[in-house]
């Protein structure tokens, strides 16, 4: 396959996630967290977004491996980011007489190449020291916390945006948009109350009191409701009326899940009360 071909390929990628707005807003969120001493801090959120879809936090080049001691496997494939192919142009800039008195240079973007990457999973060698960066810790962790839930980040690859286990104990995040980690501890919370019922898998309406929970969170916190919570809930709603019958039916578990988190917050704001008196 040619250069150009593989670089449209790559572009082509990159929009076919706007066909799914919800799938490109969660990889924009976890692509756009760098400070990790990776080469990839520097790229575009366009070739970050390309590392994701080949499944990998750290993708680097033969000779950025070779540096490190680290060699790609026999047998594995590079992935492709997109490199621009910038063209130098120089314009003279002339007096009234029509003497050149000066020449300006500057580049212009001709079109994209690509530059073949290797997974750290598909290399080996010398141990890699990592530079972790501390990732943001979402608003009510402490609330997951007190469930005796761990909260912690993941690569999604794609997959999911976030998962609550209660027999691991833990939610995963794979963005950092808090909207994905108040439909978790929306589940957490839930489960709790309904735990005899629980049902595994992507319940209809343990999904749908998640994400109403994360969207009223949302509004509580300053957040935009966005399209995609009446989306999410759309498609799980096929066994209601509506949209609208199905958050009816679960209003009671929602609420639940509210008043559970804004009794901690009452009595987190009365503790701050009593310091301050």
Same mark, same amino acid.
């Given at each position: 396959m040619k250069n150009t071909e593989k670089a449209q390929e790559a572009i082509n990628k990159i929009i076919e996630l706007f066909q799914d707005p919800k799938d490109l807003a969660g990889k924009i969120a976890f692509a756009t967290i760098s400070g990790f001493g990776k080469p990839s801090d520097s790229w575009s959120l366009n070739n970050r977004i390309l590392q994701m879809l080949a499944e990998t936090e750290d993708g680097r080049s033969f000779e950025a491996w070779k540096k490190i001691k680290r060699y790609p496997k026999k047998g594995s494939k590079a992935f492709y980011i997109l490199r621009p192919i910038m063209v130098p142009i120089a314009n003279d800039i002339k007096d009234e007489g029509g003497t050149v008195i000066d020449t300006k240079k500057f580049f212009i973007l001709k079109g994209f190449t690509v530059q073949p990457e290797f997974r750290y999973e598909d290399t080996e060698g010398a141990e890699l020291k990592e530079n972790k960066k501390e990732m943001p810790e979402p608003r009510l962790k402490e609330i997951a916390e007190e469930l005796g839930l761990k909260v912690g980040y993941m690569n999604s690859n794609g997959h999911s945006w976030g998962w609550f286990s209660k027999t691991q104990q833990e939610i995963r995040l794979g963005t950092? #948009?808090?909207? %994905?980690?108040?439909?978790?501890?929306?589940?957490?919370?839930?489960? *709790?109350?309904?735990? *005899?019922?629980?049902?595994?898998?992507? #319940?209809?309406?343990?999904?749908?009191?998640?994400?109403?929970?994360?969207? %009223?969170?949302?509004?509580? +916190?300053?957040?935009?409701? =966005?399209?995609?919570? +009446?989306?999410?809930?759309?498609? +799980? !709603?096929?066994?209601? *009326?509506? =949209?609208? #019958? !199905?958050?009816?039916? =679960?209003?009671?578990?929602?609420?639940? %899940?509210?008043?559970? %988190?804004? #009794?901690?917050?009452? *009595?987190? +704001?009365?503790?701050?009360?009593?310091?301050?008196?």
């Open positions: 950092t #948009d808090e909207r %994905v980690f108040f439909h978790e501890l929306a589940h957490a919370i839930d489960h *709790k109350f309904n735990e *005899k019922n629980w049902k595994g898998g992507q #319940d209809a309406v343990q999904e749908i009191t998640a994400e109403l929970s994360a969207a %009223v969170l949302g509004m509580l +916190y300053g957040m935009d409701v =966005v399209k995609n919570h +009446y989306d999410y809930i759309q498609h +799980y !709603a096929g066994q209601f *009326k509506s =949209v609208e #019958d !199905a958050c009816i039916k =679960v209003m009671a578990r929602v609420e639940k %899940v509210i008043n559970f %988190v804004l #009794d901690r917050q009452k *009595k987190e +704001y009365s503790k701050e009360e009593d310091k301050a008196a």
